[in-house]
């Protein structure tokens, strides 16, 4: 809003201009979290503050999630550079809600630690406790976030009114259109999906951040695109007017993402914890239903889904068979215990960890590559 009240104070073009307040707000977010990690590292550090830890070794170093303040940067960030429509609102009230659930999930977390460095409870309890907010109370949290974002945003934002983009097809051959009592649910599973998605991803140093990245700039691309009523018309896609103010707050949420990734380079400082996963997760998940890509989903995030996926056949499958399908889920725990087994790399943990997630970034960018082609050129 802020960059919008300089527009009208001086006439200056380049204040208007989503390019600029998208890469200002890139650069902005990126510079403040680069100048507030160290502190905000050492804060956590010196308070034994980690929602992530080892129950077995709860005394060794700990590592703090920072979800707590991407939120703070990027709805900052956001709400000097954008200019709120109700695009922008939707996408940065269901980053809020989810975000904070995941805040309070890390700091019971931290709260069941301390506890047990204390003696209060013991290891047992801890493993019973050890994921916060109860797994059924989270899921029908974001569940019931999910339905009321849906509902309001089918409701009151004009261009969310069921049409769904058809992969290979242009909008003048097949533009279907999804009644509300399918199309409410379809979204809500979208965000739903994608935010666990992402949650079960974060298991690796870095290993949810370039998928998200890759990610984000899809919508981005997109929504400058659809933006435009002669490009639009020209690549036979859907023109949605007042989408490109969803820029700047891909942009904060890019620039915070490539600050964590300095910060996360190994040895890690930091991990990205609910509070930054789950409402990254949800916010990419209603931008993809903002530009009518719900069917490009499964392919731009095909690894945040091949994660959610993989834990719900694992839990599913075990409690009809009491056997397993994966060596442990989500999946990149399967790959890691198979390439333990790989004398090539001699049991390194750390090496192993790396060589999968560099292979699920190189991943992540092809898809993206993919994405764009099917989505601008295959018609």
């Known amino acids: 809003m802020l960059i919008e009240q300089l527009y009208q104070q001086t006439g200056i073009y380049l204040f208007y201009s ?35 830890l080892d129950p077995a070794n709860f005394k060794h170093d700990p590592v703090m999630p920072a979800g707590a303040l991407f939120l703070v940067i990027i709805l900052l960030t956001s709400l000097i550079m954008a200019r709120f429509n109700s695009y922008v609102v939707s996408a940065l009230v269901i980053y809020a809600f989810l975000g904070i659930i995941g805040v309070v999930d890390d700091v019971a977390k931290a709260v069941h630690k301390r506890k047990l460095a204390q003696g209060l409870i013991t290891k047992q309890d801890y493993m019973y406790k050890s994921d916060g907010i109860s797994a059924g109370l989270r899921l029908w949290l974001y569940i019931g976030i999910s339905v009321a974002v849906a509902i309001a945003a089918y409701k009151f934002i004009p261009n969310i009114n069921g049409h769904i983009t058809v992969p290979f097809f242009s909008i003048h051959k097949h533009f279907p259109y999804l009644a509300a009592w399918v199309f409410v649910p379809l979204m809500a599973l979208c965000i739903a999906v994608l935010a666990n998605g992402v949650n079960f991803t974060d298991g690796f140093d870095t290993l949810a951040a370039v998928p998200l990245i890759t990610g984000f700039i899809f919508v981005a691309l997109i929504a400058y695109v659809s933006s ?114 790989n004398p090539f790399y001699g049991g390194n943990k750390f090496l192993i960890k790396s060589k999968i997630t560099w292979r699920f970034h190189i991943i992540s960018v092809i898809l993206l590559v993919i994405g764009l082609i099917l989505f601008f050129k295959v018609r």
């Open 18 to 52: 989503r390019l600029f307040s998208t890469s200002l707000a890139t650069i902005v977010s990126f510079c403040a979290a680069m100048a507030l990690f160290p502190p905000y590292i050492r804060l956590l550090r010196k308070q034994s503050f980690s929602s992530e």
């Open 228 to 341: 435009n009523a002669a490009w639009s018309r020209y690549l036979l896609i859907p023109f949605i007017p007042g989408i490109e103010e969803i820029l700047p707050v891909i942009g904060a949420a890019v620039g915070v993402l490539l600050a964590f990734l300095w910060f996360n380079a190994p040895p890690s400082s930091i991990i990205m914890g609910d509070s930054g996963s789950v409402g990254l997760g949800g916010m990419m998940a209603i931008m993809f239903v903002f530009i009518k890509a719900e069917f490009y989903l499964p392919v731009v995030g095909f690894v945040f889904i091949l994660e959610f996926i993989s834990d719900i056949i694992q839990i599913s499958w075990f409690k009809l068979t009491r056997r397993r399908v994966f060596r442990m889920a989500p999946i990149h725990h399967h790959f890691q215990l198979a390439m333990q087994e």
